[in-house]
C-alpha cells in the first residue's frame, strides 16, 4: 500500500523541500512505496537557493516547487509532517507531527542534517511497521 506524506513548511522552499528530498531517497532505500507532496501556508514563488544548491551538491534531484496548502492536500495525505508551521495556518484539525530543526537563516547546515536525521527516521519507522 502506499503511504502519502506531506512535508509542510510556512514558505514550502526550504525545509520542506529537504525533507521531502532527504525522504524521497531513504523510502527508495527501503523500498517503501510513497507518495510526497511539498506545500507551506505562505509559499514561495521559487525554492530557497541555498537549500537547493546544498542538496544538489550532495548528489540530490530536486523535485519539488513552493505550493499553498490546500484541504485536498490535507485530504490526500496519510500523515502530515511540519516543520516550523504555525499550526493554525494549516487547514485541518487532524494530528500533525512536527519537526524540529534550526532556521535555515542562522543554520543552514544544522538545520539540513537535522531534517536529514528526521527523514531517516521515518523511514526506518516506516519500515519496521507491518504492512
Known amino acids: 500500500m502506499t503511504a502519502r506524506i506531506l512535508f509542510m513548511c510556512p514558505h514550502s522552499a526550504g525545509k520542506s523541500l529537504a525533507a521531502a528530498t532527504y525522504f ?3 523510502a527508495a532505500r527501503a523500498q517503501l512505496e510513497v507518495e510526497i507532496g511539498v506545500a507551506g501556508p505562505d509559499p514561495d514563488d521559487t525554492n530557497m537557493p541555498l537549500v537547493e544548491a546544498e542538496l544538489k551538491k550532495e548528489g540530490y534531484t530536486i523535485g519539488w516547487q513552493p505550493k499553498l496548502v490546500s484541504t485536498e492536500d490535507i485530504a490526500n495525505a ?3 509532517v511540519s516543520i516550523g508551521c504555525d499550526h493554525s495556518t494549516i487547514p485541518t484539525e487532524r494530528e ?3 519537526w524540529d530543526s534550526p532556521m535555515i537563516s542562522q543554520d543552514l547546515h544544522g538545520s539540513l542534517q537535522a531534517i536529514h536525521r528526521h527523514a531517516e527516521d521515518l523511514a526506518q ?3 519496521s511497521e507491518p504492512s
Do not use: F, G, Y
Open 24 to 26: 524521497r531517497a531513504a
Open 78 to 80: 496519510d500523515l502530515l
Open 96 to 98: 500533525i507531527v512536527e
Open 125 to 127: 519507522t516506516m519500515q
